[in-house]
C-alpha cells in the first residue's frame, strides 16, 4: 500500500492552536490522482500500538446526528460528554479512546464527519483540547428594522470556539476539508521527515512524498 504525503506551510484552520508544532504533515486520501479508502485501514493499523492510548478526541457534530453517536458510545464504552457547538443546532462532543477496538469503531465517523467539512480531531496520549467562548461579529452588515426605522447593523454573538495546545511530544489529526486528506501537528521527533515516520507506521505501507507545489 502506498500513502501520499506532504509537508504543507502552516495556514488557518478551523481550530486555534497554541503552541508550536514542530512538523505538519498531510496524509492524502487520493493516491494517484484518485480517492482510495486506504486511509482508514492505514490509521486503524497505525494506531493498533498501545503506546498512543488514550487517544482523545474532538469533533462537532449536528443534532440530528446525536443519537447515533450516542448508540456508537454504548456499545463500545467510550467515555464521552456534549458540548454547545459553534453554530446553532450543533454540538461538540469530547471522546476518549482506550484501545484499538475503539478506535476501528470510531474512525469512520471521524473521518465521516470532516467529509461533511465539520471538525473532527484526535490527539495521543495527550488531551490537547478544550472550548473558550468567544465574541463574534459578522462581516457584513444587516438590515434591521425598529420603530419603522431600517438600519444597517453587524450581528454579534457569542460561540464556542476550539483551542489546541501543543506541548512537548503531542501529536494531533485533525481530517481535513471534504475528507480529502488528514494533517497531523506533531513535536514527535519520528514525524520530522519520511525516513522517520516510515519506521512507525505499519510495515506493508510505503510513504511517498506527493511532490505539491505550495505558493
Known amino acids: 500500500m502506498k500513502m501520499e504525503i506532504c ?6 484552520y478551523p481550530f486555534e492552536i497554541y503552541g508550536e508544532s ?10 494517484d490522482g484518485a480517492y482510495t479508502d486506504a486511509h482508514e485501514e492505514f490509521f486503524c493499523n497505525w494506531m ?26 454504548e456499545m463500545q464504552n467510550i467515555e464521552f460528554n456534549y458540548m454547545k457547538g ?5 454540538f461538540f462532543v469530547k471522546a476518549i479512546i482506550c484501545s484499538p477496538q475503539q478506535f476501528k469503531e470510531y ?14 480531531l484526535w490527539s495521543l ?4 483540547f478544550r472550548l473558550e467562548e468567544r465574541e463574534y461579529e459578522s462581516p457584513y452588515p444587516v438590515k434591521r428594522t425598529k420603530k419603522d426605522r431600517t438600519s444597517l447593523v453587524k450581528l454579534k454573538w457569542i460561540a464556542n470556539t476550539p483551542i489546541v ?6 501529536t494531533m489529526f485533525w481530517v481535513g476539508y471534504d475528507g480529502d486528506y488528514i494533517t497531523a501537528f506533531s513535536n514527535n521527533e519520528d514525524f ?21 507545489k505550495w505558493e
Do not use: W
Not at 509537508?7 to 488557518?12: A, D, I, L
Not at 474512525?107 to 473532527?120: D, E
Open 7 to 12: 509537508f504543507p506551510p502552516e495556514h488557518t
Open 22 to 31: 514542530k512538523s505538519i504533515i498531510e496524509f492524502s486520501c487520493y493516491i
Open 48 to 73: 493498533e500500538s498501545p503506546d498512543y492510548y488514550p487517544i482523545y478526541s474532538l469533533a462537532e457534530i449536528f443534532g440530528y446526528q446525536q443519537a447515533e453517536y450516542d448508540e456508537l458510545f
Open 86 to 90: 459553534s453554530r446553532k443546532d450543533t
Open 107 to 120: 474512525y469512520p465517523y471521524l473521518h465521516g464527519n470532516g467529509s461533511m467539512s465539520n471538525l473532527s
Open 125 to 128: 496520549k495527550q488531551d490537547v
Open 165 to 170: 495546545t501543543l506541548t512537548v511530544n503531542s
Open 192 to 212: 520530522l521527515s519520511i525516513e522517520s515516520l516510515q519506521k512507525i507506521i505499519p510495515e506493508r505501507v510505503e510513504l511517498v512524498d506527493g511532490d505539491y
